[in-house]
């Protein structure tokens, strides 16, 4: 039996996005291209590794076990691979970063522009995940380092996780211009119990983190729209139809809106994390010395 390593790694996405449209997004093929080979796959390595359930496949058991060893195979394959280059001078190969969304403006395009000068034959692939999502893909293999809060950090740390501080924010009240609450220096979530907000969509960190506070404070938001973009939810409340609770990262300076510290501060603090084995890979060192380096 020979298993192709780049069709193992379609099964390894495979697993991990959930869908054979996402995988050939994320590797910018056709979905019959990916069937295809994944059909191949499936031929060398002699077993069923999907079954269809209605429009959308899933891994057969056959499927899950080969998705697991791949990613071993994988990650020592991509160890080796980095090992080797960086036995010269100049770090080399390439390093998958993970992050929520408002750490992708505010360092991760940054560090991968800066580290593009400075060492380019480092590339990184940026992709967005939950806080809670990525320290899972972390642990698996999946993606080389995360950026992430210590909200969750804390309850999944494990000895083969490393953590790098980056930087602190807090979570504040986005308010439209001219708005009443925004005389106050700081506000009192209670006081917005008759206000109507825009949230993130059900399940995500930033859900889940204002759904709370609210109800801490005594009420139940009226949540009239949700959206997993922050732009699009700064445009809504830009326009005086909503109010938000966002991390201070995610509020862009080119929307005319109003922040405010909450009265009970709800600081976050910003952490990369690698496992151990790759902490002192060349190419996984540069791109933590950019982040840094904000």
């Known amino acids: 039996m020979t298993l192709n390593p780049w069709r193992l790694r379609l099964l390894t996405h495979l697993e991990m996005l959930g869908t054979i449209r996402a995988v050939a997004q994320s590797g910018n093929l056709s979905p019959s291209a990916v069937s295809q080979q994944l059909g191949v ?35 020592a394959m991509d160890a080796t691979e980095a090992e080797l280059r960086g036995l010269g001078d100049e770090p080399a190969g390439t390093v998958t970063l993970a992050m929520f969304q408002s750490a ?15 060492h380019p034959d480092v590339v990184v692939v940026l992709l967005e995940l ?18 992430t809060t210590t909200d969750f950090v ?30 106050h220096e700081t506000i009192d979530l209670a006081a917005c119990a008759d206000q109507r907000w825009t949230f993130d969509v059900p399940g ?20 009239i729209c949700r959206f997993n973009n922050y732009m699009i939810a700064l445009q ?3 326009a005086g139809l909503s109010i938000a609770l966002l991390p201070s990262l995610a509020v862009d300076a080119r929307f005319d809106v109003v922040t405010r510290a909450l009265r009970a501060p709800v600081p976050r603090r910003i952490t990369a994390a690698v496992r151990r084995p790759q902490a002192s890979q060349p190419a996984v060192n540069a791109v933590l010395r950019e982040l840094r380096a904000r």
């Open 41 to 75: 796959l499936e031929r060398e390595a002699g077993t069923a590794l999907l079954e269809r359930t209605g429009r959308r496949v899933r891994l057969t058991p056959a499927g899950v076990l080969l998705a697991s060893r791949a990613r071993e195979i994988l990650a």
């Open 104 to 118: 992708v403006h505010a360092f991760a395009v940054p560090a991968v522009a800066r580290l593009r000068a400075r």
């Open 130 to 147: 939950e806080p809670h999502e990525s320290m899972q893909a972390l642990r698996r293999g999946d993606v080389d380092m995360i950026i």
């Open 154 to 183: 804390g309850a999944e740390l494990d000895p083969g996780i490393d953590l790098v501080p980056i930087a602190e924010d807090s979570i504040v009240v986005v308010l439209p211009a001219g708005h009443p609450l925004a005389a």
């Open 204 to 223: 995500s960190y930033m859900s889940d983190l204002a759904t709370r506070l609210c109800r801490e404070a005594g009420f139940e938001p009226v949540v």
């Open 236 to 238: 809504h409340v830009e």
